[in-house]
């Protein structure tokens, strides 16, 4: 019985340990988009395509980022726990894999998040300055831990039996 219970620890200790990569990840990505995007609100006066053209630019930025990161954690952390933590390949794979696509997930929606968080207090006639800063750590912080989460449930507990 005991045998089980510290497999099963072990293993969510290993989920766990990935979670700070994707919280770190996108709260930068969201705070260098929020940058981005309140440097163009003072410098412009932008039209409803300018502000569309810029949350899809910032968008492909953070899926191209997201997606060469997410690969690089897939193959990088799938290794580590295969050749450093005597983990099975499966085992090594599957979670590096739900890393991986957490971290593409979260990058991405970080991005358009810190994009259009600022683009919105603009309209409502609050400095995006000062308002956005916490709103987007609070949000992109919900939406990596929700998406890690999420797909460890669906990945790894509900498919694999992990």
Known sequence: MWGAFESVVA?????????????????????????VTIRVLMDEQLSGKDKALLVLKEGRVGLANGFVLG??????IGLYLLLLKGQSGALAFSLSACTGVALTLSILLSSVTGTVVPLAFKKLKVDPAVASGPLITTLNDLVAVVTYYGLAWLLLIRTLGI
Do not use: C, K, R, Y
């Open 11 to 35: 293993q969510l200790t290993l989920i766990i340990s990935f979670q700070s990569l994707i919280l770190d990840m996108a709260g930068n990505v969201g705070t260098q988009s929020l940058a």
């Open 71 to 76: 690969l690089l954690s897939f193959v990088f």
